[in-house]
Nanobody
Framework: QVQLMESGGGLVQPGGSLRLSCAAS????????MGWYRQAPGKPRELVAQ???????TYADSVKGRFTISRDNGNNTVYLQMNSLKSEDTAVYYC?????????WGQGTQVTVSS
């Protein structure tokens, strides 16, 4: 079993920045893929960004050039740096770990972009 604890969400003005953190129980070397998803009200959950154990990254088109995902193996943590935030980035953000064949999720952290 893997436990994930997200932090860093909050209220920010358009154009601002936030950094989300996801701390995992145990070494993240084991995990095949770590990522961030988000779900806005009335919309399906969508992939925001993910990083593989080989440090290959994937981003949703809507966040390319604004968001950066990174992993700190020493602290068993994956980060999502979010810059130039827009109102449409408002959602609950979830940390996800794929440790084949299993899938683990954090509890979610709210990000609200509003003036």
């Amino acid at each position: 079993q893997v436990q994930l604890m997200e932090s860093g969400g909050g209220l920010v003005q358009p154009g601002g920045s936030l950094r989300l953190s996801c701390a995992a129980s145990g070494s993240i070397f084991r995990f095949n893929i770590m990522g961030w998803y988000r779900q806005a009200p009335g919309k399906p959950r969508e992939l925001v960004a993910q990083v593989t154990s080989g440090d290959s990254t994937t981003y949703a088109d809507s966040v390319k050039g604004r968001f950066t995902i990174s992993r700190d193996n020493g602290n068993n943590t994956v980060y999502l740096q979010m810059n130039s935030l827009k109102s449409e980035d408002t959602a609950v953000y979830y940390c996800n770990v794929r440790w084949f064949p299993s899938d683990f999720w954090g509890q979610g952290t709210q990000v609200t972009v509003s003036s």
